[in-house]
């Protein structure tokens, strides 16, 4: 998770004396009768890595395409900085935006299209060679100056778009899937890149992406959307760990859902799931109300395979038995797919700590699964 400086809790969400950087108040876009964004409010700090999450057509470009003033909004109104930016054209604003394309000059060099909108703008030459050069050193793409496009790699042709975005110090800058032409490799080692250069230039960066991956590793802070709605903004290891519907549960990783009933039996909530089945033991803040319809979600990696029934203690509070049906072998985890006695399937994840010669579970294998009952997490129904 992205922070501003090793060591320090970066939080300014939490503090009610700090001014957001950028405001969305009560904002609304409607292209025609489709409401791309619906009634939105959401603050945006100073030096925050802000994600934008969520699938195809669920607005979080419009979102971004209304903070470079390429849209306007329908209602509401957009603050950077307090200052309302509706009236102001996009050459105009603080901000700058990196597109997935790049973007870049074929016929100039790295150093010129670096300088390009230095030039535009008509900074004196010795403070535009000090700023190129600066720009060149934060992308490490010094060796580089003199090459066009075409003769360096997709992964340094990010960067020079990084560093010409970067290059006239704007208070936001904005990335539109700015990783999404690179292999994952080159992507995940480009994500810790934007990470380090966010830090060392204190730019707020907005970034939106649909590779889930992506915003948990960059952001310090994700907003996951849904049909123009914010349906939860908060760090990523909450997003995770404590979503606040199913719609976030099984759209951020991996998860298993059980629907049930509540039975509420003191500070634990049992879940009546399955016919015949001892209930699902789980803890929660929520007040559940009795016989209330819920959803338990708790993650494959809280799940614990076991060939022989396990003792019961507090890590195995829940244990029931299965078949495992299918196996996904990843290198660094396996995926077992397990088939509960009532039909049902879950899925339990264990760390391949060791080389192996053979699976210590197989196809078709009769299994106990466990967790704890703080494991999974219980959601409205």
Not at 90 to 95: E, H, L, T
Not at 244 to 256: E, L, P, T
Not at 275 to 294: A, K
Request: aromatic share 8%.
């Amino acid at each position: 998770m992205a922070q501003p400086s090793a060591g320090c809790q970066f939080s300014p969400w939490t503090d009610p004396d700090e001014k957001p950087l950028i405001q969305f108040q009560s904002v609304t876009k409607s292209f025609g009768s489709f409401v791309a964004i619906d009634d939105l409010s959401l603050d945006i700090f100073e030096r925050e890595f802000f994600a934008l999450l969520g699938p195809s057509g669920c607005g979080k470009t419009t979102m971004m395409r209304m903070l470079a003033g390429f849209e306007a909004p329908s209602s509401g109104t957009i603050r950077l900085a307090g200052d309302d930016i509706g009236p102001v054209p996009p050459n105009k604003r603080a901000v700058n935006m990196m597109f997935q394309s790049y973007a870049l000059f074929p016929h100039l060099s790295v150093w010129e299209n670096i300088a390009f909108g230095l030039r535009r703008e008509g900074m004196a030459k010795h403070l535009l060679v000090d700023r190129v050069e600066e720009m060149l050193r934060l992308t490490r793409l010094e060796k580089f100056a003199r090459r066009k496009p075409h003769q360096i790699s997709g992964g340094q042709r990010q960067r020079v778009a990084l560093a010409r975005s970067l290059a006239k110090a704007p208070k936001l800058l904005l990335l539109d899937e700015p990783l999404g032409a690179l292999d994952k490799k080159l992507r995940q080692d480009t994500q810790f890149e934007l990470m380090d250069i966010q830090e060392k230039t204190g730019t707020t960066f907005v970034i939106v992406t649909h590779d889930q991956e992506e915003a948990m590793t960059v952001a310090s802070r994700v907003a996951v959307m849904d049909e123009g709605r914010l349906i939860q903004v908060d760090t990523p290891d909450r997003i995770y760990e404590a979503p606040n519907s199913v719609y976030v549960a099984d759209f951020i990783g991996d998860v298993n859902i059980v629907q049930g009933r509540a039975d509420l039996q003191g500070d634990r909530v049992h879940i009546n799931w399955a016919e015949g089945q001892p209930p699902i033991i789980g803890t929660s803040n929520h007040n559940f109300s009795q016989d209330q319809s819920v959803h338990f979600a708790i993650r494959p990696e809280k799940i614990s395979i076991w060939s022989d029934r396990p003792e019961t203690s507090d890590e195995t509070a829940n244990i029931v038995p299965g078949q495992i049906i299918d196996i996904a072998y990843l290198g660094n985890i396996s995926t077992y797919h397990v088939e509960l006695p009532n039909g049902q399937m879950l899925k339990a994840q264990t760390a391949n700590t060791h080389r192996i010669a053979r699976r210590k579970f197989t196809w078709d294998d009769t299994v106990w699964l466990s967790w704890s009952a703080t494991g999974g997490i219980l959601l409205e129904g």
